[in-house]
């Protein structure tokens, strides 16, 4: 069973830096491509960012390009989401994502407020 539990989530001040974590059970993070999305109050859900499987590079979303940083403990087997640079705008839940096996599995989300 494919379980994944965000962490890290907080209430910060513009400029800050937070830390998201997803601990995965029933997958390898390191053979998965892990993702990470966010939801913001009355938007849709949308991409953030991703760590490809085996190494194969990272992807960001252009309004988190430079600031975040996505990345993996094989040992832990989590995956995690440095945002740096926070501003009011990416304000919102935070989820990560894994597709296996066909399969969609979604955290339950953490939430990140940026505030002054």
């Known amino acids: 069973q494919v379980r994944l539990v965000e962490s890290g989530g907080d209430l910060v001040q513009p400029g800050d830096s937070l830390r998201l974590s997803c601990a995965a059970s029933?997958?390898?993070?390191?053979?998965?491509?892990m993702n990470w999305f966010r939801q913001a109050p009355g938007k849709e859900r949308e991409f953030v960012a991703r760590?490809?499987?085996?190494?194969?590079?990272?992807d960001y979303a252009d309004s988190v390009k430079g600031r975040f940083t996505v990345s993996r403990d094989y040992a832990k087997n989590t995956a995690y989401l440095q945002m740096n640079a926070l501003k009011p705008e990416d304000t919102a839940i935070y989820y990560c994502?894994?597709?296996?096996?066909?399969?969609?599995?979604w955290g339950q989300g953490t939430q990140v407020t940026v505030s002054s």
């Open positions: 994502n894994v597709v296996f096996r066909g399969h969609t599995y």
């Open positions: 029933g997958i390898m993070v390191g053979t998965s491509h």
């Open positions: 760590i490809l499987n085996g190494g194969a590079g990272t």
